[in-house]
């Protein structure tokens, strides 16, 4: 039983642009979010919301035309932003681990299983050679892989989608990884494997108390297996709170506007969807950014760029009539 209150990582006040051509252009926009021990924070939200650039944030793999204008992501009493790069390089891939979508980014083809476990394994300086080829065989096991012994000697290429998301899985796990961020694990795996995978996740915070930030554009999904949901729409955090008061008390129009584009919630044959498009980082819009696709938008109230209020009970809501909704 872990104490679920303890935070592992900080995110304050992010502020992120990107340097194009034809300006600078602020995307993420004062992203604040905390990731508790041995917990799944989701955070969801449509394509090009920042969902990713969130998280490369925390392990400083932005894109080199990034700038990230103030803020802080705190982690051991340091800031992640300010650490330096020797800093962030120990701490990436050994306390703090990326599954990413594509798991082909992550494994070197050139290599067998065995041999890339051992690469995160052998950090352990006090592990016998024996010893951490027992581990590698049994973080293979720890996520399910069928067969672990004869999967060691296979190369990536081998391996189905399913298979090699479980190994890099595995190798969060051989790093005894205190944060792993799930962007987008399952995307790319058909749905009996996406579940599998999403069990795999959940095992490990239940059995390690890891703090896990799961990236999705699935509410569906994720709705089953965080503890704590983020809704983000372009840049901005618009709702936040535990799952349980997320799925009972929905406030912001967007949240509702994709909890209603779920299959289960319609019982006629076409989805609700939700109108318009997310607008790109380029695109200036006064006051709220969900303005132009909000259904109870209203032109004497919604003229500030609301701020995440907490509403009480540690409930968060970005939306300037969210008394009246
Ligand atoms: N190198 C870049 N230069 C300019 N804009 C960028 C760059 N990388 C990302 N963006 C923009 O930043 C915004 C946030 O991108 P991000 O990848 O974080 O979105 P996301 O929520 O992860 O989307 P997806 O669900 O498609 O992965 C998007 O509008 C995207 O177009
Ligand atoms: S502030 Fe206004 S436009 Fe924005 S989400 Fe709330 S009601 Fe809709
Ligand atoms: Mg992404």
Aim: charged share 20%; aromatic share 4%; net charge neutral.
């Amino acid at each position: 039983m872990y104490n679920n209150c303890v935070k592992t990582l900080e995110i304050n006040g992010l502020n992120l642009s990107f340097k194009l051509e034809t300006g600078i252009y602020p995307t993420l926009f004062d992203v604040s979010l905390s990731l508790k021990k041995g917990e799944i924070h989701a955070l969801v939200g449509e394509s090009g919301c920042g969902k990713t650039m969130t998280a490369m944030s925390i392990i400083r793999l932005l894109p080199k035309n990034a700038v990230i204008t103030s803020g802080s992501i705190i982690y051991n009493n340091t800031n992640l932003l300010t650490a330096s790069e020797n800093e962030i390089r120990n701490l990436r891939g050994r306390e703090i681990s990326l599954i990413p979508q594509d798991p082909m980014t992550s494994l070197n083809p050139l290599y067998t299983i065995e041999n890339q476990l051992l690469e995160v394994i052998n950090k352990d300086k006090t592990l016998s050679k024996k010893d951490a080829k027992r581990k590698a065989k049994d973080v293979l096991e720890m996520v399910k892989i069928p067969n672990a012994q004869d999967k060691l000697d296979s190369y990536p290429h081998e391996l189905s989608g399913g298979m090699k998301q479980r190994v890099i899985i595995a190798m969060a796990l051989a790093s005894n990884s205190k944060i792993i961020i799930a962007d987008e694990p399952t995307t790319a795996l058909d749905v009996t494997i996406q579940a599998q995978i999403m069990k795999i996740l959940n095992d490990i915070k239940n059995e390690f108390g890891t703090s896990i930030l799961l990236i999705s554009h699935d509410l569906g999904l994720v709705g089953e297996y965080a503890d704590e949901i983020s809704v983000m729409y372009s840049g901005h955090i618009v709702e936040n709170s535990s799952k349980t008061e997320f799925f009972t008390n929905i406030k912001h129009p967007y949240s509702k506007a994709l909890m209603e584009s779920l299959p289960a919630n319609n019982t006629g044959s076409l989805l609700k969807t939700i109108s318009g498009q997310p607008p790109n980082i380029q695109e200036k819009i006064e006051g709220c950014r969900f303005s132009p696709r909000c259904e109870i938008y209203d032109k004497t109230i919604c003229n500030n760029c609301p701020k995440l209020i907490d509403i009480g009970n540690n409930h968060k809501v970005a939306c300037c009539r969210t008394n009246n909704n």
